[in-house]
């Protein structure tokens, strides 16, 4: 099992920022990415920002990039979201997830945090 604790959500002003910490505990040896995900109200979650913890490749939704910056420290078993530029439209949950490996192989995000709330205000 691997237990993911998010903080640094708040409220902030458009074009404000924020940093996101999601720590991972437990099997973290078995991590092969980390990501992050939003939810709105009244909308599906959809994918922000994926980061591997080996290579440290990384991927964005296209609503974001440029704007934010996903890292990780293995040291610390700790992901981040560097949030630059915040609009409104980016007010949401924010879900950190892990992808583990099993048998050999990624099995897809299958340990999930409790989710931080991001408010953005025009």
């Known amino acids: 099992q691997v237990q993911l604790v998010e903080s640094g959500g708040g409220l902030v002003q458009a074009g404000g920022s924020l940093r996101l910490s999601c720590a991972a505990s437990?099997?973290?040896?078995?991590?092969?990415?980390m990501g992050w995900f939003r939810q709105a109200p009244g909308k599906a979650r959809e994918f922000v920002a994926r980061i591997s913890w080996s290579g440290g490749n990384t991927d964005y939704a296209d609503s974001v990039r440029g704007r934010f910056t996903i890292s990780r420290d293995n040291a610390k078993n700790t992901v981040f979201l560097q949030m630059n530029g915040l609009k409104p439209e980016d007010t949401a949950v924010y879900y950190c997830a892990a992808v583990p490996v099993v048998g050999g192989s990624p099995i897809g995000y299958d340990y999930w945090g409790q989710g931080t709330q991001v408010t953005v205000s025009s």
């Open positions: 437990g099997r973290t040896f078995s991590i092969f990415a």
